[in-house]
């Protein structure tokens, strides 16, 4: 990668219809709150309500599940629209991707609220509650991946700082979507939240689309994609040549996604571990996601602006190292059923475990790949793993558990080995930017 002559940014600016940071990490980020607000409020209620709405004839365990099953299934169809939409991206421009991949989230998170139950329709309810979620993790496939080569392709003098802001809104929209949970409820009955109360979360999801649309119509495409079409350098085939040339790469981006894929344990499963297995109240189920989500939103800038002083290396493996002995000590603190230390146990996993590697992986990322291959090489690092891993760990922790009956032990040791492959990739990832 070519470094940038004095007066790239002025350049940039013109080459972009004067876009400035600020409105691409704006148009950038709303896509991302409103990907992981509608999943995390999808897992949510996957957790604590779907297996009663839409799967009552089953067991409570199997419920959940089920429930879990079409969480993952969202997760099984990202590659199919990360390697559609990345396609596009790196041969029409990110820009009009971005817009297609929002509206298709932001509509189908909405039309899961106005479902309705197996009360009410029977089994067309858990296949239409299947259809909706295959349509969201379409549509999300792409977007979490375009908007790191957004927001890294206009802040390439601080691919540190400006690439951890999507991460940095990822836990301000589980921190939003928690909290939905929490205020929602608090102001009706039970039997009300699960009639109909818990729908307001995922309606909510129309406010976010009409202020993503609105935020990313108003941007320019990016300096990095524009100087490709002046130079006539969009690549024909980006998924093709990235898998011949880049193999090695690859495999690298996909180790560094591994760790990532625990922050679903953290904060997605620990709700049912919490509420099912250790028998806690919700809220203090929710409230520990809520506080975490906060610290560590603050936390991934932090790691960001340090990863742009000292490289991404050291900073990215300190929180490997960390993820590799937090486990056991996370599951004991859980133990104690005491409010604060479950916080506690939260949010320092979490912020010196997680965030360290999901902060600064935008800017490895950028580094890992040009730009004529960028979006298609994110989305292919990052997408197959969420499908295969992050979306079937819920599932596959529930199961453990109940299998061990109750032992945390399994799922522990599952966090151990993904911290393992991932410090693996980030000591073999080249130092030297891809061009």
């Given at each position: 990668?070519?470094?940038?002559?004095?007066?790239?940014?002025?350049?940039?600016?013109?080459?972009?219809?004067?876009?400035?940071?600020?409105?691409?990490?704006?148009?950038?980020?709303?896509?991302?709150?409103?990907?992981?607000?509608?999943?995390?409020?999808?897992?949510?209620?996957?957790?604590?309500?779907?297996?009663?709405?839409?799967?009552?004839?089953?067991?409570?365990?199997?419920?959940?599940?089920?429930?879990?099953?079409?969480?993952?299934?969202?997760?099984?169809?990202?590659?199919?629209?990360?390697?559609?939409?990345?396609?596009?991206?790196?041969?029409?421009?990110?820009?009009?991707?971005?817009?297609?991949?929002?509206?298709?989230?932001?509509?189908?998170?909405?039309?899961?609220?106005?479902?309705?139950?197996?009360?009410?329709?029977?089994?067309?309810?858990?296949?239409?509650?299947?259809?909706?979620?295959?349509?969201?993790?379409?549509?999300?496939?792409?977007?979490?991946?375009?908007?790191?080569?957004?927001?890294?392709?206009?802040?390439?003098?601080?691919?540190?700082?400006?690439?951890?802001?999507?991460?940095m809104t990822a836990d301000l929209a589980i921190l939003v979507s928690s909290g939905v949970f929490v205020l929602v409820g608090s102001f009706m009955s039970s039997d009300q939240f699960m009639a109909w109360?818990?729908?307001?979360?995922?309606?909510?999801?129309?406010?976010?689309?009409?202020?993503?649309?609105?935020?990313?119509?108003?941007?320019?495409?990016?300096?990095?994609?524009?100087?490709?079409?002046?130079?006539?350098?969009?690549?024909?085939?980006?998924?093709?040549?990235?898998?011949?040339?880049?193999?090695?790469?690859?495999?690298?981006?996909?180790?560094?996604?591994?760790?990532?894929?625990?922050?679903?344990?953290?904060?997605?499963?620990?709700?049912?571990?919490?509420?099912?297995?250790?028998?806690?109240?919700?809220?203090?189920?929710?409230?520990?996601?809520?506080?975490?989500?906060?610290?560590?939103?603050?936390?991934?800038?932090?790691?960001?602006?340090?990863?742009?002083?000292?490289?991404?290396?050291?900073?990215?493996?300190?929180?490997?190292?960390?993820?590799?002995?937090?486990?056991?000590?996370?599951?004991?603190?859980?133990?104690?059923?005491?409010?604060?230390?479950?916080?506690?146990?939260?949010?320092?996993?979490?912020?010196?475990?997680?965030?360290?590697?999901?902060?600064?992986?935008?800017?490895?990322?950028?580094?890992?790949?040009?730009?004529?291959?960028?979006?298609?090489?994110?989305?292919?690092?990052?997408?197959?793993?969420?499908?295969?891993?992050?979306?079937?760990?819920?599932?596959?922790?529930?199961?453990?558990?109940?299998?061990?009956?109750?032992?945390?032990?399994?799922v522990a040791i599952l966090m151990t080995i993904l911290a393992v492959l991932t410090t693996i990739a980030l000591i073999a990832a080249p130092s030297e930017p891809a061009v």
């Amino acid at each position: 990668m070519k470094t940038d002559p004095p007066g790239a940014m002025s350049v940039a600016l013109d080459a972009s219809a004067g876009t400035s940071i600020s409105s691409a990490i704006a148009a950038g980020t709303i896509g991302t709150f409103l990907e992981w607000y509608d999943f995390f409020i999808y897992g949510t209620a996957a957790a604590l309500i779907f297996g009663k709405l839409f799967f009552p004839t089953f067991s409570p365990l199997a419920g959940i599940l089920a429930s879990y099953a079409t969480y993952a299934l969202g997760f099984g169809v990202r590659p199919i629209g990360a390697l559609i939409f990345s396609h596009l991206g790196d041969k029409i421009g990110r820009r009009p991707v971005m817009i297609t991949t929002l509206l298709m989230m932001g509509l189908s998170t909405a039309l899961i609220g106005l479902l309705p139950t197996y009360n009410a329709i029977g089994i067309w309810a858990p296949i239409l509650l299947l259809v909706l979620r295959t349509l969201q993790g379409f549509g999300t496939g792409a977007e979490y991946s375009g908007a790191l080569t957004m927001v890294t392709e206009f802040g390439r003098k601080r691919t540190g700082f400006f690439g951890a802001f999507p991460p940095m809104t990822a836990d301000l929209a589980i921190l939003v979507s928690s909290g939905v949970f929490v205020l929602v409820g608090s102001f009706m009955s039970s039997d009300q939240f699960m009639a109909w109360g818990w729908r307001i979360p995922f309606l909510l999801a129309v406010v976010g689309l009409g202020v993503g649309q609105y935020l990313r119509l108003r941007v320019g495409e990016t300096p990095d994609f524009q100087e490709l079409l002046e130079q006539e350098r969009p690549t024909r085939i980006p998924l093709q040549e990235v898998i011949q040339d880049q193999p090695k790469i690859v495999l690298i981006g996909m180790g560094v996604s591994l760790l990532i894929t625990a922050g679903y344990l953290y904060q997605v499963w620990s709700l049912t571990y919490l509420t099912v297995t250790l028998h806690m109240p919700r809220t203090i189920a929710l409230n520990s996601v809520i506080i975490s989500a906060a610290i560590g939103a603050c936390s991934s800038l932090i790691f960001g602006a340090l990863s742009d002083k000292l490289g991404w290396r050291p900073v990215m493996l300190f929180g490997a190292i960390f993820s590799l002995v937090a486990p056991f000590p996370f599951f004991w603190l859980l133990g104690t059923r005491d409010p604060a230390t479950i916080y506690l146990a939260l949010t320092v996993a979490l912020v010196f475990g997680q965030r360290p590697v999901y902060a600064v992986q935008p800017k490895l990322y950028h580094s890992l790949f040009p730009a004529r291959l960028r979006f298609t090489g994110i989305a292919l690092s990052r997408e197959i793993v969420q499908a295969l891993v992050a979306g079937t760990l819920p599932f596959i922790a529930t199961a453990l558990v109940a299998i061990f009956a109750g032992s945390y032990v399994p799922v522990a040791i599952l966090m151990t080995i993904l911290a393992v492959l991932t410090t693996i990739a980030l000591i073999a990832a080249p130092s030297e930017p891809a061009v």
